[in-house]
């Protein structure tokens, strides 16, 4: 029964903060589309990257479910399943700090998006060698909360120069949802309320930063006026 409770709470989870990525994605295609501005660019890309890490995220929680019920054994699953889990995360992660940065790289956008991949593929095939997800984990988190500490120091000059950069609070939900998850990796040690507790504050979250992001493209619109 457990198992069960545990995955439609998994299934309804999944599709509300995937299809609220998707959909932020979706909105703000056209403002990139006519300003071609980098910093949209990644700050589009975090939601996009988060929704396919949240996939298979989805697939590896239904997978250990299907197994319990089963009392099967599927040696070497997980630690594949965690590859393209670490690598679209970590992806996400540099989307996140390159659209906070991008007013400081002065390097191309290819030479961007190269270390940004490479440097994701790396942390997928340590975390997979070494059987370390943890390690990768704590990894992403420094780096983000290195991020955070920057927008908090720098707050009266701080300005990635784009529609969305200025809206730190944007970024600040972004670490408490990355942290709120962190809580939830080891279900086990948490009851069944807490992680629904949990998830609820992940969805009330997202569904703030769309509710910022659609204010500021309302916002940009009245700017700009008809076309």
């Known amino acids: 029964m457990r ?3 545990v995955f439609l709470l998994e299934t309804i989870y999944f599709l509300i903060v995937s299809g609220i990525c998707v959909l932020i994605y979706y909105r703000t295609r056209e403002i990139y589309r006519i300003s071609r501005h980098q910093g949209i660019r990644h700050f589009r890309n975090i939601f996009f ?3 396919i890490a949240y996939i298979f995220r989805f697939i590896e929680v239904s997978f ?3 197994r319990n019920l089963l009392s099967a054994r599927f040696p070497g699953f997980h630690q594949l ?3 393209p889990i670490t690598y679209f995360s970590s992806m996400a992660i540099f989307s996140i700090i390159a659209a906070i940065f991008i007013s400081k790289i002065k390097s191309g956008g290819l030479k961007m998006d190269a270390f940004m991949h ?3 593929i790396s942390f997928a095939l340590f975390s997979f060698m070494t059987r370390s997800h943890a390690d990768i984990i704590i990894l992403q988190t420094s780096i983000l909360s290195l991020s955070i500490v920057y927008i908090i120091l720098r707050n009266r000059d701080f300005k990635a ?3 969305f950069g200025k809206k730190k609070a944007i970024y600040y939900l972004l670490f408490v949802f990355w942290v709120l998850n962190l809580i939830t ?4 040690a948490l009851p069944f309320a807490f992680d629904i507790i949990v998830y ?3 969805v009330l979250i997202f569904f703030s930063i769309y509710r910022r992001v659609k204010k500021r493209l309302c916002i940009d619109g009245k700017e700009k006026g008809p076309s």
């Open 200 to 202: 609820l504050a992940c």
């Open 118 to 120: 490479i440097a994701s």
């Open 161 to 163: 120069k784009n529609a």
């Open 185 to 188: 990796l080891d279900r086990r």
């Open 3 to 5: 198992n069960i409770e």
């Open 49 to 51: 990257y988060f929704a």
């Open 64 to 66: 250990l479910i299907y």
């Open 81 to 83: 399943i965690l590859i």
